[in-house]
């Protein structure tokens, strides 16, 4: 199994300012994956991180909004930018190779 | 930590009863299904998996239940224990253009274990 390690684990945030979340994980993966988990409610899938080239974002999340970068393959980071209180959240990484995916421990953001 | 599943629907049990808790899907091409719990603060762990050529897989005190007719997933716990209390989420793999796959997730439950 990998261990996916987020940095930073959590932090309050200024409206309108930007925060990047990186996510390393132990060993090569193939894929990586983020998603957000808004209090009380499940995972949301934002985008597949891929190597070397332009995030694939699902409905509904935009690069300028969450910009994705993955140089290789086992790191990739979050930017949530211009931050209002609707982006209180968690933000997990998670890696995997075939299977099972693996997740972080999450990024918890407080907008204020 | 910060809690989650404060809005979820919860199952409460007591110890040493078997819990049983149940997921729809939604994409009848899905190929592959796994079990995550969360437990306040951490991230999900991958519990068991099964695919969609079986209706069933057993693992240590947990059984996963697959019902492709009616896309039913269940997750069985056996001799539930005060450290199964967690949400669990249910999470379907699908495949898309450019020969990847991704993880939607369920809306989860939240399992309650009482002594």
């Known amino acids: 199994s990998a261990v996916i390690s987020q940095k930073p684990s959590r932090d309050i945030c200024q409206r309108g300012t930007s925060l990047t979340i990186q996510c390393q994980v132990d060993?090569?993966?193939?894929?990586m994956f983020w998603y957000r988990q808004q209090p009380g409610q499940s995972l949301t899938l934002i985008a597949t991180a891929n190597q070397g080239s332009e995030a694939t974002y699902e409905s509904g999340f935009v690069i300028d909004k969450f910009p994705i970068s993955r140089p290789n393959l086992t790191f990739s980071t979050l930017t949530v930018s211009n931050m209002s209180p609707e982006d209180s959240s968690i933000y997990l990484c998670?890696?995997?190779?075939?299977?099972?995916?693996?997740f972080g421990e999450g990024s918890r953001l407080t907008v204020l | 930590g910060e809690s989650v599943g404060l809005h979820l629907p919860t199952l409460s049990v007591q110890e040493g009863d078997n819990s049983i808790i149940n997921c729809a899907y939604s994409?009848?091409?899905?190929?592959?299904f796994i079990w995550y719990k969360q437990e306040s603060g951490k991230g999900p762990q991958f519990i068991i998996d099964i695919r969609s050529n079986m209706d069933k897989r057993q693992g240590q005190r947990v059984t996963v239940l697959l019902n492709k007719t009616v896309k039913h997933l269940s997750l069985q716990i056996a001799a539930t224990q005060p450290g199964d209390s967690a949400v669990y989420f249910c999470?379907?793999?699908?495949?898309?253009?450019?020969?990847?796959?991704?993880?939607?997730f369920g809306a989860g439950t939240r399992l309650a274990v009482h002594p």
């Open positions: 994409n009848s091409a899905s190929d592959y």
């Open positions: 999470a379907e793999n699908i495949g898309v253009s450019g020969g990847y796959n991704k993880l939607i």
């Open positions: 060993s090569q993966v193939t894929m």
């Open positions: 998670s890696g995997r190779s075939t299977g099972e995916l693996f």
